[in-house]
């Protein structure tokens, strides 16, 4: 099973594409892509859009999981974020994805165990878990490679 777990953001969009060989799950590719804030903000959101589907293209996963917008005290970056998780969203539909949409205390209770773990912790979990030589970088790979961990348990486990 193939995995594409999405950080959503309209200036960073971190991903991570995990795959089961055998009985272990191997992270095969993780990174962020980055729009510039001299961009128009509608083509930063196509930008992502293509950005989303050149990744489904390339890596052609069975599942996607995508965070979701839990909680933000600045409503000006909650609306980019939530307007860059619809340009996400539809190039899964497009592409006829199964998707999961994860809470971050979602994916931090899958990772760490622990809702309220920092970011740290679930980077240094990440690494144990896919038995990376080191942290994912930047904080947004990471995220996303957490969010692919969860969303994998999500696809592969007859009930949640």
């Known amino acids: 099973m193939r995995v594409l777990g999405i950080d959503p953001g309209v200036a960073r969009l971190g ?13 095969s590719a993780h990174g962020c892509f980055e729009t510039g804030k001299e961009v128009p903000h509608s083509e930063r959101l ?16 069975e599942a996607a999981a995508v965070e979701k917008l839990f909680f933000q005290s600045n409503a000006k970056t909650a609306i980019a974020v939530g307007e860059a998780r619809g340009a996400v969203l539809l190039a899964l539909a497009e592409s006829n994805i199964p998707l999961v949409e994860l809470t971050p ?4 209770m899958s ?12 980077q240094k979990m990440v690494q144990i878990l896919l038995k990376l030589e080191a942290m994912p970088k930047p904080d947004d790979a990471a995220d996303a490679l957490a ?4 969303g994998h348990r999500y696809a592969t486990t007859p009930c949640h």
């Open 105 to 108: 205390l979602q994916v931090k």
């Open 46 to 61: 196509a930008s992502v859009h293509k950005f989303t589907r050149e990744l489904l293209k390339k890596y052609q996963p």
């Open 147 to 150: 969010i692919a961990i969860c």
């Open 15 to 27: 991903y991570g594409v995990l795959e089961t060989k055998g009985n272990r799950i191997i992270a």
């Open 111 to 122: 990772v760490t165990g622990n809702g309220r773990a920092d970011k740290r912790q679930v």
